[in-house]
């Protein structure tokens, strides 16, 4: 039997950009740039949230170089 693949949970613009702390202009143009993937349901358009995550979030390089001296 196959399993169901997860629901996907879609937020609006100003929704994602609540969540990151952004405007919701910037959202919008990683709309535009492809970074973000976006969805038209029906006049609107929504952002699949594991997506957004996907894009938005990046961990900070960090650069380790032993122990103290």
């Known amino acids: ?3 169901q693949p ?3 949970i879609l937020a609006s ?3 994602v950009a609540e969540r990151y ?3 919701p202009k910037t959202i919008r143009r990683r709309i535009a740039d492809g ?3 976006a969805y ?3 006049r609107q358009i929504r952002i699949d949230l594991a997506e957004a995550d996907a894009a938005m979030l990046r961990p ?3 650069h380790f170089r032993g122990a103290a001296a």
């Open 21 to 23: 702390d952004v405007h």
């Open 60 to 62: 900070i390089p960090t």
């Open 13 to 15: 613009i100003e929704d």
């Open 35 to 37: 970074t973000v993937p």
């Open 40 to 42: 038209r349901v029906g």
């Open 6 to 8: 997860s629901p996907r």
């Open 1 to 3: 039997m196959k399993s």
